[in-house]
């Protein structure tokens, strides 16, 4: 029986991947290094170590610590600045399901970064919590996230959706033993992401795959 859902944020409820795409490519260029589409897929949606290993000479720790949280800067004064629409539909989709299931964030977006978001949406109060980078020791593709989400429902795996748009987050949540389903988009819209519950391109089927777990029998 389904109880509960955990949503991604970046890319699942708001349009922000172009975006982060956007801030990582302006932060490698000083370094003589230009971050195809394809890079950020493959070290930022696929994997989470980013592009410091390809920089020669590498950068220490500490210099990449540095160059990270000035990116963080840029990227809140970009969110801060521009409009940041929400996916499509799924304003909709949440004041249809919250009524009957409940439902959490689980992002490994900043703890900033996802209140300057939605300080200017109305998706917030659909969510009975928020689990952001700072939440835990270890992010995605990590089990960890989800396990923590798993917790503060207080419901087990097999009672619980994930809703998700990138190769780690839907290892992630395998690893955490739930069900995902993949709402792809422009930046994931090539990959087959094998071992998803199901894979959809739009929110209308996201919410058609949950009535069809909710229906009876």
């Known amino acids: 029986?389904?109880?509960?859902i955990l949503w991604d944020n970046d890319g699942v409820?708001?349009?922000?991947e172009q975006l982060f795409y956007e801030a990582n490519r302006d932060l490698f260029r000083?370094?003589?290094l230009e971050l195809s589409a394809q890079h950020f897929f493959d070290w930022y949606l696929a994997d989470n170590c980013g592009a410091w290993h390809l920089?020669?000479?590498p950068l220490s720790k500490a210099a990449i610590e540095a160059e990270r949280s000035a990116r963080n800067v840029r990227y809140a004064a970009r969110l801060a600045s521009e409009h940041i629409p929400a996916i499509d539909g799924v304003a909709e989709v949440l004041a249809a399901l919250s009524p009957r299931l409940r439902m959490g964030v689980v992002t490994s977006s900043n703890a900033d970064h996802f209140d300057i978001i939605h300080?200017?949406?109305d998706l917030r109060r659909h969510f009975e919590f928020v689990l952001t980078h700072e939440s835990y020791a270890h992010s995605k593709p990590s089990p960890e996230p989800y396990l923590l989400g798993l917790q503060r429902l207080g419901v087990s795996a097999d009672q619980v959706l994930v809703i998700e748009d990138s190769p780690r987050g839907l290892q992630a949540a395998t690893a955490a033993g739930i069900r995902c389903i993949i709402l792809r988009n422009a930046l994931t819209r090539h990959h087959?992401?094998?071992g998803?519950?199901?894979v959809v391109d739009t929110m209308g089927q996201v919410q058609a795959e949950i009535e069809a777990l909710m229906a009876p029998g």
Request: glycine fraction near 4%; charged fraction near 20%; proline fraction near 13%.
């Open 1 to 4: 029986m389904l109880r509960a």
């Open 192 to 194: 087959d992401f094998p």
């Open 55 to 57: 920089l020669q000479p």
């Open 30 to 32: 000083p370094f003589g």
């Open 13 to 16: 409820l708001v349009d922000t």
């Open 196 to 198: 998803a519950w199901r």
């Open 119 to 121: 300080q200017r949406l």
